[in-house]
């Protein structure tokens, strides 16, 4: 006697769902939907910006304000590079630009004179 043999039936691919047939035939696409699915929704619960934002005014447009900043323990400092001075000693310069600085708290500017100490 030979030993009996059960054969399992296989179905091909066009026997199956349309669905399910293509993710049998073509696993990179599907693999890629599925990947993107699950990484939308973490991407949008990363916010760094904080409510309410705090807008700074320090100079008037083309004094590149904003070009330099540094947050310290005690305010932000912003480089001006193009203001006019507010400082005697620099009246006489055109644009000597400025450093600023900034209450985070009001946003409020005032020029800082790092030889008045």
Do not use: W
Request: charged residues 15%; aromatic residues 6%.
């Amino acid at each position: 006697h030979a030993p009996a043999t059960t054969r399992q039936s296989q179905l091909s691919p066009a026997q199956l769902t349309p669905t399910l047939a293509l993710a049998m035939t073509h696993p990179r696409p599907v693999l890629l939907v599925l990947g993107v699915l699950a990484v939308v929704p973490l991407l949008s619960a990363y916010n760094v910006s904080p409510v309410p934002n705090v807008v700074f005014n320090g100079t008037k447009v083309g004094s590149y304000f904003g070009y330099a900043i540094h947050l310290k323990k005690d305010g932000l400092f912003v480089g001006a590079p193009r203001a006019e001075s507010s400082l005697p000693k620099q009246r006489k310069i055109a644009e000597p630009g400025a450093v600023f600085r900034c209450n985070v708290i009001d946003g409020s500017c005032v020029q800082y004179d790092q030889l008045d100490k």
